[in-house]
Every structure is written in structure tokens, then in C-alpha cells.
């Protein structure tokens, strides 16, 4: 259960799903609120590869 929590809460996964999301909204001919999730997604894959 520990490896899933760890899974789903990586900002990779989080970028992922984003995209998806945006993917989808853009579909739908949401352009807005598309970009929104596009930036989130860029923003989580920026944080994943952020050293400390």
C-alpha cells in the first residue's frame, strides 16, 4: 500500500494526469481551461526533476 501511495503521489503521475485532463478538456473545445491543465502538468514535471 505504501508503494501505491508513493506511486500516485509522484509529481510525474500528477503531470501525467494533468496532461490527460487537459488532452481531454481540449477535445471538448475548451481551449482555457486546457491550457490551465497543460501548465499544471508542466509545473508537477518541472517539480519532479527540481534537485534539493
Known sequence: MKT??????HPLSKSVAAG???AILLLEAHPLY???FFGLGLREA?????QD
Do not use: P
Request: positive net charge.
Open 34 to 36: 486546457s491550457g490551465v
Open 20 to 22: 490527460a485532463a487537459g
Open 4 to 9: 501505491v501511495k508513493e506511486i500516485v503521489n
Open 46 to 50: 518541472l517539480l519532479a526533476f527540481k
